[in-house]
């Protein structure tokens, strides 16, 4: 018999029922180090105080209101997105497909109407993931996904992730954009170098396309810089941003410059609930502190040091573990041995890590660990390799 919760998800068998920093606790009592943060949404830890306090406040004043109206707080969040990123402009949603979504309509409607209503086709790459809607599988190359749910959306062309070459000759007078995430996450915590982003640009420029960056597991903080992209001095013309922005509360957004969304007036793209006051009061107060002076250079500093710690087991058990790669507080850890053995060993060491594709688990800490809390997971990690060695 089916479950009531359609079952679309293999899930763990474990219910947590409170958290606090970047620790999970069930009803028996069991506490987890949560170096999953909910696969990058929860950005600053569970029940952060100053997150708590917002959304406790907000909740006695407005829930909702709609955007037949104007909503201050969206104008805030807004405000602090544009002044510090390329955008000039941001849509509010409420998830990373979502936003990807909005990101897709922007950039057809641009071509559109700068005179080129034929060039709708985007070019994504192998490994991509934009999320689970009927258009954003059709973006990406998982034939897993789309299993059963043909026929795809048309108007995605494949290239080779990294491969500026082959990027260049799936462009066609069709293509209207490039999308690709600066590290790929569900892919495999797979970076793109620098110079591959900014080839992306040029090709951009010269053929009259734009660049759309996934950013929303890149983004926020999550690389030890506020976007990704900016490690690399590349910007976009258009970003879509989710999981961390909202720091546990849905939202998502669509940042574009003046120029990419100058197609988008009134009654082009909406969203119910996309930028209400709630999810807007936690987005607010998540890009405040992030923006606090030395909290970006902390997520450096926590992940350049996560990462020294990882790359000494990797060097201390070569039969299981490959190599250390991402960036930041984005880490993944390529395995020899099956992903999944590592992720149920680290859960029996009461540490929580997230499986990725090319066999690698992900380390997504919340942005506020310290050293004692890398120092805890590296001892589950050891723990887990030599369970598994046993
Ligand atoms: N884009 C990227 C890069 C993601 O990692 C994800 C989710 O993992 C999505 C889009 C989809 O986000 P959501 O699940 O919020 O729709």
Redesign the pocket.
Known sequence: MISDVMPTYARTDIAFERGSGPYLYTAEGDCYLDFGSG??VNSLGHCHPKLVSVLADQASKIWHCSNLYNIPLQEEVARLLVTNSFADTAFFC???????EAGLKIVRKYQSTSGHPERYRVVTFNG??????LT?ISAAANEAHKAGFGPMVDGFDLATFGDLQQTRSVITDKTAAILV?PI???GGIRPADGAFLAGLRDLCDEFGILLFF?????GIGRTGYLFAHQAAGTDPDVM?L??GIGGGF?V?ACLASERAASGMGPGTHGSTFGGNPLGMSVAKAVLEILLERGFLEHCKNMGALLAEGLNKIVMAYPELLAEVRGSGLMIGLKCLIPAGDLVNACRRQKLLTVPAGDNVVRLLPPLIIDKGHIEEALRMISGACQEINK
Do not use: L
């Open positions: 696969i990058a409420n998830s990373g497909a979502e936003a990807v991509s993931f934009h999320g689970r809607t954003t995430e790929q996450g569900e996934d950013e929303v597991q890149t879509a989710a999981k849905p998502g």
